[in-house]
């Protein structure tokens, strides 16, 4: 059963700090993994998204790499700002031709950037 | 180009009701699954909808329907509802092919009282 976790739960940092969120999952029969940010209360967005074949993706001040091997994956945000703070998420579309699209979350790590 | 529309935003019950949610996907695609989201919690999968029927479920209880339409529209019901089942419920849409990216709703805050 494919679990799917995330260090740290929380996270406090000053703002222009670089940080790493990681996240984990037991079974490497992935189609790809995604990175969500969601604030309060509110919908996903989705921020990167890797295919299993891949090793990394960038998007601005965002990196986000895949060991699928060892069931690794990181989110680098670079120069932190306050607008940065909200809710990260990590999932995983497991493959397998009884698992059609079935996306795992993470529990999330909550990110606060301090002004 | 709308996105993933989810109605109502809000929503509010008696233990024991029974309630609808309804999602629209983006446009273009066919594959709609649907989340449960408790405070402080991971999404956690409900079941996904192609070509009108379900195809995959989570582990949830019968009381957690669902249904899909020709315009690849999708309704959520839960019957019998319970305190425990107030959450968010997100809606995701996507391409059937199993490699595609989920693109979700804003979602419907339900609480059950």
């Given at each position: ?12 940092v ?6 790493v ?16 940010r969601?604030?309060?209360g ?24 895949l060991?699928k ?11 932190s ?8 998420l ?26 | ?24 996907p983006k446009?273009?695609?066919d594959?709609?699954?649907?989340y ?12 996904q ?7 995959q ?9 669902g ?17 425990g ?24 805050r339900?609480?059950?009282?």
């Amino acid at each position: 059963k494919q679990e799917v976790t995330q260090i740290p739960a929380a996270l406090s940092v000053p703002e222009g700090e670089n940080l790493v969120l990681n996240c984990s999952f037991t079974d490497s029969a992935i189609y790809n993994l995604q990175w969500f940010r969601q604030d309060p209360g509110k919908g996903l967005t989705s921020l990167l998204l890797i295919q299993s074949s891949q090793r990394e993706q960038t998007s601005g001040r965002l990196n986000a790499s895949l060991d699928k091997s060892s069931g690794r994956s990181t989110l680098y945000i670079a120069a932190s700002q306050p607008g940065d703070s909200a809710t990260y998420l990590c999932a995983v579309m497991e493959a397998g031709k009884t698992s059609y699209d079935k996306v795992i979350f993470g529990p999330g790590t909550s990110l606060s950037v301090i002004p | 180009d709308a996105g993933v529309t989810q109605s109502p935003t809000h929503l509010i019950k008696t233990r024991g009701q029974q309630v609808t949610l309804r999602c629209s996907p983006k446009s273009g695609h066919d594959t709609v699954s649907w989340y449960q989201q408790a405070l402080g919690q991971g999404p956690q999968f409900i079941f996904q909808y192609y070509e009108e029927e379900e195809r995959q479920r989570g582990n949830f209880p019968d009381r957690f329907s669902g249904h899909q339409f020709p315009n690849y529209s999708s309704e959520l019901n839960v019957n019998a509802l319970l305190l425990g089942d107030s959450a968010l419920y997100l809606c995701a849409s996507s391409l059937a092919g199993g490699e595609d990216e989920q693109f979700f709703g804003p979602g419907t805050r339900l609480t059950v009282l």
